[in-house]
């Protein structure tokens, strides 16, 4: 899923609204989202789906269902993940990224 932000002292805070209120627009979001296959968490965008592009390639592997959501549950932060997450930093910084 795609989310939005605007980061603190961000230079133009006035166009990042503009273009978060342009992508949200259901004609546009639902482009973008065929495009890339994130989808924008808009509310209702599975029924946008089924009136605007009801063609959507992959719409399955994107829109879960219900009784698919009912076997997900939420992740546990432990120590082990921060240990992954400075492995990885460490690693990116010594490939100069």
Same mark, same amino acid.
């Given at each position: &899923?795609?989310? #939005?932000?605007?980061?603190?002292?961000?230079?133009?805070?006035?166009? %990042?609204?503009?273009? *978060?209120?342009? *992508?949200?627009?259901?004609? /546009? $979001? *639902? +482009?973008?989202?065929?495009?890339?296959? #994130?989808? $924008?968490?808009? !509310?209702? &965008?599975?029924? =946008? =789906?089924?009136? =605007? !592009?009801?063609?959507? !390639? #992959?719409?399955?592997?994107?829109?879960? !269902?219900?009784?698919? /959501? +009912?076997? &997900?549950?939420?992740? @546990?932060?432990?120590? %082990?993940?921060?240990? =992954? /997450?400075?492995?990885?930093? +460490? @690693? +990116?910084?010594?490939?100069? %990224?």
């Amino acid at each position: &899923m795609d989310n #939005y932000c605007i980061a603190a002292g961000a230079p133009n805070p006035d166009a %990042a609204h503009a273009w *978060i209120d342009w *992508i949200l627009i259901p004609e /546009v $979001s *639902i +482009k973008d989202l065929d495009y890339h296959g #994130y989808n $924008s968490g808009m !509310k209702n &965008m599975g029924d =946008l =789906l089924t009136e =605007l !592009k009801p063609d959507l !390639k #992959y719409g399955d592997m994107i829109f879960f !269902k219900d009784e698919e /959501v +009912k076997t &997900m549950h939420t992740q @546990v932060i432990t120590p %082990a993940l921060d240990r =992954l /997450v400075d492995i990885l930093n +460490k @690693v +990116k910084a010594a490939a100069g %990224a």
